[in-house]
T-cell receptor, first 115, second 112 residues
Framework: AQSVAQPEDQVNVAEGNPLTVKCTYSVSGNPYLFWYVQYPNRGLQFLLKYITGDNLVKGSYGFEAEFNKSQTSFHLKKPSALVSDSALYFCAVRDEDTGGFKTIFGAGTRLFVKA | KAGVTQTPRYLIKTRGQQVTLSCSPISGHRSVSWYQQTPGQGLQFLFEYFSETQRNKGNFPGRFSGRQFSNSRSEMNVSTLELGDSALYLC???????????FGPGTRLTVT
């Protein structure tokens, strides 16, 4: 069965510093991996995805993520954090089981960027 | 293109009642998924539809059901509401089976 783990409930980083939000996954087939962000009082927004190809994928708002097959990880990164990046981040994996495709979300990591 | 829309945005119901939530996907998207979001359980997959067929279902009781119409609009129904059904219900549409999902603002259901 597929699963997604976000080991940190919260990540604190100072503005201008690099940030990393961790995600590990388990799937039975090829991993289709996603990051979403949820700002306060706003809906979930798609950030980036890995389907196939380059292990480093770039997404919206300067975010990128590195797919590591051997470590089954898909960590979200940004070289220089902004206060406006403060939000709830979800890693998700899309996999096919006996019932068909479904998307499983991690528990979420709250990012606080301090000015 | 217009985004995913969900109606109503807020609902207050009492235990034992039933409720129907509606979702209109982005034009051209045939895949629609539903999720329940609560502070304790996070985002839980409810079901997914593609071209009017339920493709997968999460681990929810039979009180939770849904359907998709020929225009890709989707509804979900919860019968015999329980207090624990209070949650934000999110609908998402996708342009393909393995593509990213675009979420609506959600329907906040409160069961009293």
């Amino acid at each position: 069965a597929q699963s997604v783990a976000q080991p940190e409930d919260q990540v604190n980083v100072a503005e201008g510093n690099p940030l990393t939000v961790k995600c590990t996954y388990s799937v039975s087939g090829n991993p289709y991996l996603f990051w979403y962000v949820q700002y306060p009082n706003r809906g979930l927004q798609f950030l980036l995805k890995y389907i196939t190809g380059d292990n480093l994928v770039k997404g919206s708002y300067g975010f990128e993520a590195e797919f590591n097959k051997s470590q089954t990880s898909f960590h979200l990164k940004k070289p220089s954090a902004l206060v406006s990046d403060s939000a709830l981040y979800f890693c998700a994996v899309r996999d096919e089981d006996t019932g068909g495709f479904k998307t499983i979300f991690g528990a979420g990591t709250r990012l606080f960027v301090k000015a | 293109k217009a985004g995913v829309t969900q109606t109503p945005r807020y609902l207050i119901k009492t235990r034992g009642q039933q409720v129907t939530l509606s979702c209109s996907p982005i034009s051209g998207h045939r895949s629609v998924s539903w999720y329940q979001q609560t502070p304790g359980q996070g985002l839980q997959f409810l079901f997914e539809y593609f071209s009017e067929t339920q493709r997968n279902k999460g681990n929810f009781p039979g009180r939770f059901s849904g359907r998709q119409f020929s225009n890709s609009r989707s509804e979900m129904n919860v019968s015999t509401l329980e207090l624990g059904d209070s949650a934000l219900y999110l609908c998402a549409s996708s342009p393909s089976v393995i593509g990213e999902q675009y979420f609506g603002p959600g329907t906040r259901l409160t069961v009293t």
